[in-house]
Structures are given as structure tokens and as C-alpha cells.
């Protein structure tokens, strides 16, 4: 087995890993380099789905989510699914975000499966929101250490998931008025790793709306210069997929994006997630 960073702030790719391993030795090793790169791919695993959730919950117990409607034969599983026919659309993950940082226990970290992807294209991009912090310029820092930010899911849900009836080119399934979902949950702006003790910044465009004290329009332009300093190429990892590769991220310490630049192509990936304690 071989392991490889991919930039100089985050990401770390790893050969050679047999899916076969058993979970007491791979666990330790896993979550090491996960700690250290925040994601890491196994390069060519082609793991099934089975696989995939004994790995997950190397990391932590599986969670199931709302809003996206898992795999009906699976519940623990979401099918990352677009269709080559379309086109013209945006895609699931296409904004900056932390998958589901709207819970009161947002995922501690999440697995993507490669089953299918474009010749080109479809790359997914994660951020480092540890160096993302630790590099915030004093006026930002101010803004957000011992603040607690809004989270709330309602405003994704109202733009992707109209009446199912209406709906067209979706092979993601979303559902609407989930309470989980639609309520604000109040999180630390900042928040600290339990294990390494490391700060990140947790802010995300797609389900922050306010920081508290201030109203949406008070804090649109800092919660704006935010997302403009963490998603800076310097602190992110671009990963070029290849069919089998499976990718494990942390949530709490990293953003990630979905690029959509392969209209005319089928791209299906399995979801897992795993949760960890409530973030502090
Ligand atoms: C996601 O946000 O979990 C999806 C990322 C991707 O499809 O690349």
C-alpha cells in the first residue's frame, strides 16, 4: 500500500489498499490518514456496497439523512446520480457546502463510490477550512471566533426540490417539509476538532444564512469575504475521478463542490455517511 499527498494543504491518495482488509487493521490506518489529509482516495477499489458501509463505519455509526431520498433497496446508501440526458441543469453538491451542516450533529464525514463516471469532467473539489482559518485576515477573524452561525436546509430544499409533479431531468430525489431540515440550527462559526484539538472555519453558501446577533443583510458581506477566503484554490484538492475509486472526506474541516462540466454524460456515485460527536 501506497500513500500519496495530492496538494500541499490537503488530500491524499492511497494504492494498493485491499478492500479485504480486516476492519481492526485498516481502521487504525484509515483514520490516521484521514486526520492528517482530511480526504483521501482509494485509488481502483471497486468496492460494493457492502464494502462500502463496513468502511464507513470504520470512521463512525452509518446516517441516514433527510431530504434525499436513499436507495430503496438501501437505506443507508444515496445514488449520486446524473444522467446523461440532463442537460442544462445544476447538479446535487454544486455549491460550496458541508454535507448536511443543518443537523444538530452534522456528518462527521462522508464516503463517495465511483460506480460510473464522464471520460471528463465531474471532478469533485474539497477546501481545507483548518488552513482556511488559521489564515483569516484579523477583521474576519473577529467577525466569526465565539460566534455561532445559522444553518438551515430550507432555502436548498425550496430551489431543488419543487412538487415532485413538476419535476423534470432529476435523478436525485429530494423531499420537502422534513422538520429536520426546514428548522435553523445554531453551530459554532468555528469549530474544533475533538481528537487534534485543530480549528476550522464552518460556514457554507449553501446552508448558512446569517450569523447570530445579525440579520441576513448584516451578515451577507462577511459571511461573502468568508467564502471568498475559504474556497481559495490554495487551500483546496481537485480530484480527477476514475471508476472504483471510493473517497472519504472529513465534513467538519473541509467544504467540497461538485463540478458540473459533463452535460451528455452518466455520472453515478454511492453515498455513505458517517456520523461523530455533536460539534463543539
Ligand atoms: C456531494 O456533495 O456529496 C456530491 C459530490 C459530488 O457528486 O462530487
Request: net charge negative.
Amino acid at each position: 500500500m501506497r500513500i500519496a499527498r495530492l496538494t500541499g494543504f490537503m488530500g491524499a491518495e492511497i494504492t494498493g489498499f485491499d478492500a479485504r482488509t480486516p476492519p481492526d487493521l485498516a481502521g487504525p490506518l484509515l483514520r490516521d490518514a484521514l486526520d492528517r489529509h482530511l480526504m483521501i482516495v482509494l485509488r481502483g477499489l471497486h468496492a460494493d456496497r457492502a464494502t462500502q458501509k463496513r468502511l464507513s463505519q470504520v470512521f463512525g455509526p452509518l446516517m441516514r439523512l433527510p431530504y434525499v431520498r436513499p436507495m430503496d433497496d438501501d437505506p443507508d446508501v444515496i445514488a449520486v446520480l446524473k444522467e446523461a440526458d440532463e442537460t442544462g441543469g445544476g447538479v446535487f453538491g454544486g455549491e460550496w457546502h458541508s454535507d448536511f451542516s443543518f443537523l444538530e450533529n452534522p456528518p462527521a464525514g462522508s464516503l463517495l463510490n465511483a460506480v460510473e463516471v464522464p471520460d471528463v469532467g465531474g471532478d469533485t473539489v474539497w477546501a481545507n477550512q483548518v488552513t482556511a482559518y488559521a489564515s483569516l485576515p484579523g477583521d474576519l477573524r473577529a467577525a466569526v471566533d465565539g460566534r455561532r452561525a445559522v444553518h438551515t436546509g430550507a432555502p436548498y430544499g425550496q430551489r431543488h426540490a419543487p412538487p415532485e409533479d413538476t419535476r423534470a431531468n432529476a435523478s436525485i430525489r429530494m423531499t420537502r417539509g422534513d422538520p429536520r431540515a426546514d428548522r435553523e440550527t445554531l453551530h459554532p462559526a468555528v469549530l474544533t476538532d475533538p481528537a487534534s484539538g485543530q480549528k476550522a472555519l464552518f460556514v457554507n453558501p449553501i446552508y448558512t444564512t446569517r450569523l447570530e446577533g445579525l440579520t441576513e443583510a448584516e451578515s451577507a458581506p462577511i459571511l461573502a469575504a468568508l467564502y471568498r477566503h475559504a474556497t481559495r484554490p490554495d487551500f483546496s484538492c481537485r480530484l480527477r475521478w476514475c471508476a472504483g475509486d471510493l473517497a472519504i472526506w472529513d465534513n467538519r474541516r473541509t467544504l467540497h463542490y461538485a463540478t458540473n462540466d459533463y452535460d451528455g454524460a452518466r455520472r453515478l456515485l454511492y453515498r455513505t455517511t458517517f456520523a461523530g460527536t455533536p460539534p463543539a
